[in-house]
Structure formats: C-alpha cells, structure tokens
C-alpha cells in the first residue's frame, strides 16, 4: 500500500484551524423538502421566547444562515432550523426556522422531522404508542404526536396553532397574468390560496412547469402584497406578513385527494404539500362546509409526497373564528454535517443562483 493512500485510509477527520467557526448539522427530508438541523456551533441567542430569540439571530447571525443556507453549502430551496430553550417550563424546546430569505414564523415540514429526530436522537423518553413533544415555534406552541410501534416510528402529527380565513375568493390583478382570485388565509403563517379550477393561468402543477410555477407565484404574491391590507396578525406584528403563494389543483393519481405546490420567501418551492399550508386549507375547506371536524383530506405536492390533513376542533382567535388543524407526515435523516467557514473565504457567507 502506497504511503499516500495509507494516509488517505487513516487520516479522514479535517482539523478545523483557530479563527475558522464549526457548525454541525444533521440533515434530514419530509415528503422531499429538506430540512437542516443546527446541533452544535451556532452562537447562544439572547431573549425571553422564541420570538425574541429569532429578531435577536436576525439582527447579529444573519450571516451564518446565509452561509448554511445558500450555496456552496446550500442551495436556493434549502430549509434549516436552530433549537432553542422553550418558552417556559411546560414546553419541550424551542425551534427557529431559516430558509434563502430570512425567518418564517411556522414550519409543518420542519416539525414533522425534528419532532422525528427528538426521538431517533433519545432527546426525549419514549414507548409504544403515541409520544407528545411540545414545541415551541415563532408562532407559538406546537404538538407533535410520534407514533412508535415496536420501536419504529410510524409518522408523526402536529396540531397547528390557531388557523383561519381572512377572506375567500378575493380578486387582484397581476400584470401578465389578468384577474386572480385567491384566498386569504393563515396556518402559523399567511398565504395566498389560488385554486387553478377557479382561474385560467394556463398552469400545470409539475416539475416540468417548475420555473413558470417560480414567475406567476412570485408575481402573484408581490400583488396581493402591494393590494391586501388584512395580512395582520391578531397579535403579533412579526408574523403580519405574506409568506407565500399556494396553487391548488386536482391530483393525477388515487393517493390523494388534491394537489398544492407552495412558492415561499424568495421563489423557494416547497417539495412537500407545506405543513403550515395544509393547516390554512384546513380553516378554507371547513369555512366553505366542504369538510367536517375529524374529516380527513390527503394533499399530494411536487414530488408526489402526501400529507393528511383534518380539523381537530374549532376555536376562535382574536376577532377570527378559527380552527385547530391537525397534519400527518414522514420524515428521514440524510446525513450528518460539519461545515466549516474560513474567515479568509471570499464566499465565507454564501450565494445563489436561481
């Protein structure tokens, strides 16, 4: 054996020089959509809930999401989250989540899998059955219910927080695109609902018409921005915003009831049917008596992945008369990571091309 290649077999760990940062991640997909979890390296965040904690990682870390996020260590539809401290002592941990524009305030995909690590992970104690992980999000306490059968995980459930409809069937007009009509309405996050059986936008909902869904979303969303004013939160000004748009149209097979493809923050497209999605339709189908408090709906997305969604009882929020959704789904881990950023790098901080 050549001396080199000894060394190769031998020497596999990269020492990480002084002065470079170290972040580790485990990486992991529900129904497609990645997700990376930060373990270990990222600074301490300073604040009293997770809300506070995700203005203060904005304000002084915004340079470490970019850097896990973009490219050359992400891509433009990467997904992450940190973990954090609950916001008191009834609660499990606390999450933030981080993706190629920013912070979103709700994140079903990311519950699904964190929720599905906690448990590969033995952060929390287990037994067949169902095991119930309170999280703390941005837009306040989720619960996630892991079922475990002979020590396999068998999918996990969350119930949302409060989800409601702003308004149905209301009409903007996008240039290149005519009259649209959408609804409004909130799932952990808000969104712009267009049923293509209810416009003629000339799409299908494939990755074939990826770049095109990307174009009219976008465009879609910047006019519902610059038009609606009812993108407000009940109580929290940090969540009053669009997140993005969500297409709706029947799905070519037998294992599922419809079809979305969620656009979010800066042309990311969701490749599986959106938690937080799934949950704002859940308040849309029950408003409009299309579906029954324990009735279930199966959302297929982009990849063929399925989600179940279902209204576990109704509510009220603020001046909203509200419900609380429940979503089923899978997740898996792809990997471990340890990425390194050289403070001599020109691309330290990341970048993308779309």
Partial sequence: MSKVYHKILSQTAVEIPAGHVAIKTIDMH????????????????????????????KDHYDHLRTALMFEPRGHADMYGCILTPPNDEEG??????????????MCGHAVIAIATLAVKMNWIDTQDGENLIKIDAPCG??????????????GVRFRCVESFVVALDRKVQVEGLGEVTYDLAYGGAFYAYVDLSRNSLNLALDAKHYAQIIQQAMQIKHAVMNQDADIVHPFEADLSFLYGTIFIDPSPTDRADNKNVCVFAEGEVDRCPTGSGVSGRM???????????????????????????????????????AVIPEVKGSAFITGEHTFIIDPLDPMKIGFFLR
């Fill in 30 to 57: 529900t129904g497609g959509e990645p997700l990376r979890v930060i373990v270990d390296g990222f600074p301490a965040l300073e604040g009293e809930h997770v809300l506070a904690k995700r203005r203060y990682c």
């Fill in 92 to 105: 499990d941990f606390g999450i933030i989540f981080m993706h190629n524009e920013g912070y979103s305030t």
């Fill in 283 to 321: 308040a849309i189908h029950h408003k409009r008596g299309e579906l029954s408090i324990g009735e279930t709906m199966k959302v297929e997305s982009i990849t063929g992945s399925v989600f179940e969604g279902k209204v576990h009882k109704t509510t009220s929020f603020g001046d909203f008369d």
């Fill in 141 to 154: 306490r989720i619960e996630a219910f892991v079922d475990i059968e002979q020590g396999q995980i068998n």
